[in-house]
């Protein structure tokens, strides 16, 4: 364990780097971005690693996975961010331990995280996740881009829904990098659309000022068109190993 936690340690110490030299470059101050360490496919062991080393946000995608470790780290002092794709079948158990959904993209979604919020007293916290390779919203829906999220023109509509529901606070809007459609290749340029749709947001939102954008291969981009949150997985944690 202790060859596991000095390379933690350093590889962290190394996302720490580029994150200070991309705030410095674009003349941020190093506290405004909050590193998110994404801890998928790991085992709670790393976890309490991180945590001995200071980290305070995990991330992770996968309920199966996350809902165990989460009660095996019960008692350190993290905040839990789900990232992925949620099915409604899965809220209840998601409820129970995240602090924060980043991936809310749809008004059924609400509606479900709402109700067991209410349910379990608590309040979570939403980020609205954003597809910026998705069409504009058909009637009676946003169109998705192919890793979920809502398109740019449904934004407002969801975040007024998120922000009257019971038990839930509407904190800002995510987004994943596209793969295809006028963003692909071109991170910065998306993000930067992204803190142009947030600019919007906060507009009717004041409070929704969280930005999440960025990740391994591409969190100077993010940092540098303003995010607040930088979700890092393989840079801090090594290439992740293959899910049978």
Same mark, same amino acid.
């Given at each position: 364990?202790?060859?596991?936690?000095?390379?933690?340690?350093?590889?962290?110490?190394?996302?720490?780097?580029? #994150?200070?030299?991309?705030?410095?470059?674009?003349? @941020?101050?190093?506290?405004? +971005?909050?590193?998110?360490?994404?801890?998928?496919?790991?085992?709670?062991?790393?976890? @309490?690693?991180?945590?001995? *080393?200071?980290?305070?946000?995990?991330?992770?995608?996968?309920?199966?996975?996350?809902?165990?470790?989460?009660?095996?780290?019960?008692?350190?002092?993290?905040?839990?961010?789900?990232?992925?794709?949620?099915?409604? /079948?899965?809220?209840?158990? +998601?409820?129970?331990?995240?602090?924060? $959904?980043?991936? $809310?993209?749809?008004?059924?979604?609400?509606?479900?995280?709402?109700?067991?919020? $209410?349910?379990?007293?608590? &309040? *979570?916290?939403?980020? #609205?996740?954003?597809?910026?390779?998705?069409?504009?919203?058909?009637?009676?829906?946003?169109?998705?881009?192919?890793?979920?999220?809502?398109?740019?023109?449904?934004?407002? &509509?969801?975040?007024?829904?998120?922000?009257?529901?019971?038990?839930?606070?509407?904190?800002?809007?995510?987004?994943?990098?596209?793969l295809?459609?006028?963003?692909?290749g %071109?991170?910065?340029?998306?993000? &930067?659309?992204?803190?142009?749709?947030?600019?919007? *947001? @906060?507009?009717?939102?004041?409070?929704? /000022?969280?930005?999440?954008a960025g990740?391994s291969?591409?969190?100077?981009?993010?940092?540098?068109?303003?995010?607040?949150? $930088? @979700?890092?997985?393989?840079? +801090?944690?090594?290439? %992740?190993? %293959?899910?049978?």
């Amino acid at each position: 364990m202790t060859d596991r936690k000095d390379e933690l340690a350093a590889n962290l110490a190394k996302v720490e780097d580029r #994150i200070a030299a991309a705030c410095a470059a674009a003349g @941020r101050p190093r506290e405004e +971005v909050t590193l998110i360490v994404v801890t998928k496919t790991y085992p709670a062991s790393d976890v @309490r690693v991180l945590s001995e *080393l200071g980290v305070r946000h995990v991330a992770e995608n996968r309920d199966q996975d996350a809902a165990p470790k989460a009660a095996a780290c019960s008692d350190l002092p993290l905040a839990w961010h789900f990232v992925g794709q949620l099915q409604t /079948n899965k809220v209840r158990s +998601v409820v129970g331990y995240a602090d924060l $959904v980043q991936s $809310v993209d749809r008004s059924k979604l609400v509606t479900a995280l709402s109700k067991e919020a $209410v349910r379990q007293e608590r &309040e *979570l916290g939403c980020l #609205i996740q954003v597809a910026l390779d998705a069409g504009e919203p058909a009637a009676g829906g946003g169109a998705r881009g192919e890793r979920g999220g809502v398109a740019p023109g449904g934004i407002e &509509e969801l975040a007024d829904l998120v922000a009257k529901a019971p038990g839930l606070r509407l904190d800002g809007l995510m987004t994943v990098a596209p793969l295809t459609g006028e963003y692909a290749g %071109r991170q910065q340029a998306a993000f &930067e659309r992204l803190m142009d749709l947030s600019t919007d *947001l @906060r507009r009717a939102h004041p409070a929704a /000022n969280m930005v999440s954008a960025g990740m391994s291969a591409d969190l100077e981009e993010a940092v540098a068109a303003g995010a607040t949150h $930088v @979700r890092v997985g393989t840079a +801090v944690l090594g290439v %992740r190993p %293959r899910l049978g």
